[in-house]
């Protein structure tokens, strides 16, 4: 049994991700999830979304990373 079975959690490296990491993972998630939006220009929140992938990829560099997250 590999340690990634006993703890999913774990990096490959045997460590857990620290917060950082943790932040950066979800809001790579959220782009890749949101992507779909951004050649749909009828979508009735197309502007919003623009403006809130800025957000997330601004997001490292504010004061708030990586403890207050973006939102739409």
């Given at each position: 049994?590999?340690?990634?079975?006993?703890?999913?959690?774990?990096?490959?490296?045997?460590?857990?991700?620290?917060?950082t990491?943790?932040a950066?993972?979800?809001?790579?998630?959220?782009?890749?999830?949101?992507?779909?939006?951004?050649?749909?220009?009828?979508?009735?929140?197309?502007?919003?979304?623009?403006?809130?992938?800025?957000?997330?990829r601004?997001?490292?560099?504010?004061?708030?990373?990586?403890?207050?997250?973006?939102?739409?």
């Amino acid at each position: 049994m590999s340690l990634n079975e006993i703890s999913p959690g774990v990096f490959s490296a045997g460590r857990l991700p620290n917060a950082t990491e943790i932040a950066t993972a979800w809001r790579d998630d959220e782009l890749t999830a949101t992507d779909w939006i951004i050649p749909t220009t009828d979508h009735p929140q197309h502007a919003a979304h623009i403006l809130y992938r800025q957000a997330l990829r601004d997001w490292p560099a504010s004061d708030n990373f990586p403890t207050t997250r973006p939102t739409i």
